[in-house]
């Protein structure tokens, strides 16, 4: 099956900073990749995802970027805030969907 | 306000005494999914379902049974729950065939 792992388990960045998770997928028959921010007693929430056909998405401060040939893909966070503090997931599913890979999460420490 | 309603938030039991976990969306969305979170291992996939009365096993699916009778609500029993079951389980359902997932917020389930 899909293997998915996602590097550095933790990451701490002054504010303002950039923050950029890494993850890679064994299954060259991916084609959706999902990023997931979960905050301290809540449940994971959807911030971006990215299919194969496209190499890049941005929404504001957070983009993602894919490189099929490598099988990688990244999540960038530009001009970090307090409030980007949470535990982040990447995912992969090769059916478009129907079972989805996490990686482990990413735990990300914005300090004022 | 569209949700993904999980109940209990938090349970305590002992090994073998069955046990339901409840979980229901307002969304009519027609793809459901159980999955629990475990320190280090990020979030496996339990079971899903694509629609009323059509489930199918996720990555860790022992120990766990899954009924999907009406769109709104899937449920996950545990018959004999073992203390291995320990986990953080979230529940999420989606318009998309498992993309663009909306979570609940979880259940905590301690099995003694």
């Known amino acids: 099956g899909e293997n998915v792992e996602q590097h550095p388990s933790t990451l701490s960045v002054q504010e303002g900073d950039s923050a950029v998770i890494k993850c890679t997928y064994s299954d060259s028959a991916s084609n959706y990749f999902p990023w997931y921010k979960q905050e301290l007693g809540k449940g994971p929430q959807l911030i971006i995802d990215i299919r194969s056909n496209v190499g890049e998405k941005k929404d504001q401060r957070i983009a993602v970027t894919l490189n099929k040939t490598a099988k990688h893909f990244s999540l960038h966070i530009t001009e970090t805030q307090p409030e980007d503090s949470a535990v982040y997931f990447c995912a992969a599913s090769a059916d478009s969907g129907y079972a989805l890979n996490f990686g482990k999460g990413t735990s990300l420490l914005v300090t004022p | 306000e569209a949700q993904v309603t999980q109940n209990p938030r938090y349970l305590i039991t002992v090994t073998g005494k069955k046990l339901t976990v409840t979980c229901s969306q307002n969304m009519n969305h027609e793809y459901m999914s159980w999955y629990r979170q475990d320190p280090g291992l990020g979030l496996r996939q339990i079971y899903y379902?694509?629609?009323?009365?059509?489930?199918d096993k996720g990555d860790v699916p022992e120990g766990y049974k899954v009924s999907r009778k009406e769109k709104r609500n899937f449920p996950l029993i545990l018959e004999s729950p073992s203390p291995n079951q320990t986990s953080l389980y979230f529940c999420?359902?989606?318009?998309?065939?498992?993309?663009?997932?909306?979570f609940g917020s979880g259940t905590q389930l301690s099995v003694l």
């Open positions: 999420a359902s989606s318009s998309q065939n498992g993309e663009k997932l909306f």
């Open positions: 379902s694509m629609n009323v009365e059509v489930t």
